[in-house]
């Protein structure tokens, strides 16, 4: 029996995890929850999964969480970033899923390595913001990192086919998100609406309106540097709109590994799970007769300018990923509230990264600072 916590419960990655849990009850158990302001969700996951261990955004839903509650769960409720690492290092935890949207999953993932604990990596941020420190804490703690997200899932199982020192390439595919064949006057006028319609996944709101940015590769690019130790130049981005081919590899001897699957994010999650076993899962197998057309396609880093900011980032160094995924959730945030339109989305974050990047990035202090910097940077140029 593998017991978990599970970082951002209420969201789409975390409501997919308790999907599978909920089928293998001999295998897992849920020791802690951590949300931060969908109560009602969380109440309903609290009654059924008993967690030991709950936390939430701030102090005001605690209490609301409270009042919903039987008794017993009275010395059970946390709230705030404390609250979050408390439930990510808790004794009876064997493995963390860590699935918060955003900076704010970084400072609790640390607590779960810190303690020891297993991890499920589904929040790319932590990588983009703390690459080095994170993949060091994990040596030091000899804690194992294991990939969520489907294309890093992806590579990870791709990569038992050869030995790491044979590796030419690590090709990351995308699909384009809803607007790869609109033109720039198109993406003028796009409204938050349909850049949330993706055409193949069910996403929570950032990261789709990342998706349609090209943004979200373009971190899953700095994520994968860190996650399998390769310099950015090993990194290839591919439009694969049938999101079908999860990721490849390609090694020295010209073979291309590539890992296919229904684009269902329950498959990356068991695997997770389960290393380095599979589960039985009740899902539709693949039909190749039905994925004749596949189509790979070079990223057009002029329309998606978010991706090429990313690569700058990665070279650059320093606190510059961190600045560049601060930015980003400003603006998306800001789009999202129609505050901005959605090309400005990538200019926001290009004029941050010219203002912010001092700060070396492997002291957590400078990427806390570097990343509120950036915010309040964010701010006063979206509100001017």
């Known amino acids: 029996m593998k017991t978990l916590s599970i970082l951002g419960s209420t969201g789409s990655i975390g409501c997919n995890v308790l999907e599978v849990v909920r089928g293998f009850p001999d295998l897992y158990t849920v020791a802690g929850l951590s949300a931060g302001c969908n109560i009602g969700k969380l109440h309903e996951q609290i009654l059924e999964f008993e967690p030991e261990l709950v936390s939430v955004m701030n102090k005001e839903f605690a209490g609301q969480l409270q009042g919903m509650l039987p008794g017993k769960y009275k010395d059970r409720i946390r709230y705030g970033v404390s609250g979050s690492e408390e439930v990510a290092s808790l004794d009876a935890t064997d493995m963390t899923m860590s699935a918060i949207v955003g900076a704010a ?28 420190l994170v993949m060091d804490r994990c040596h030091e703690n000899n804690v194992k990192l294991l990939p969520v997200d489907s294309e890093h ?13 044979d590796v030419a390439k690590i090709i990351l595919t995308a699909s384009g998100g809803p607007f790869r064949e609109k033109t720039f006057k198109q993406l003028e006028s796009v409204s938050p609406e349909q850049a949330l319609a993706h055409p193949n996944w069910e996403m929570g709101r950032k990261i789709s309106i990342d998706s349609a940015t090209l943004m979200n590769k373009g971190l899953e690019v700095i994520e994968a540097k860190w996650l399998f130790d390769v310099t950015v130049n090993e990194i290839q981005v591919v439009v694969h709109p049938q999101s079908i081919v999860h990721s490849l590899v390609e090694f020295q001897d010209g073979s291309v590994i590539a890992q296919l699957g229904i684009p269902d994010m329950r498959i990356p999650i068991a695997y997770a799970l389960s290393y380095p076993r599979r589960l039985a899962m009740s899902l539709p197998g693949l039909n190749l007769a039905e994925c004749s057309n596949l189509e790979f396609h070079d990223p057009d880093f002029i329309r998606f300018p978010c991706l090429a900011l990313a690569f700058t980032a990665i070279k650059k160094g320093g606190v510059v990923p961190a600045v560049l995924n601060a930015a980003n959730e400003v603006a998306v945030e800001a789009f999202l509230c129609r505050k901005i339109p959605f090309l400005e989305i990538a200019q926001t974050v290009a004029s941050v990264m010219e203002r912010v990047q001092d700060g070396s990035g492997e002291r957590i202090g400078d990427i806390l600072a570097a990343d509120k910097q950036a915010r309040s940077v964010a701010t006063a140029l979206i509100e001017s």
């Open 105 to 132: 999953g970084l400072l609790p993932t640390l607590a779960a390595i810190d303690a020891g604990k297993e991890i499920g990596l589904a929040n790319k941020e932590t990588l983009v913001m703390a690459g080095k």
């Open 153 to 165: 899932s992806a590579i990870f199982q791709a990569l038992d086919a050869g030995h790491r020192d």
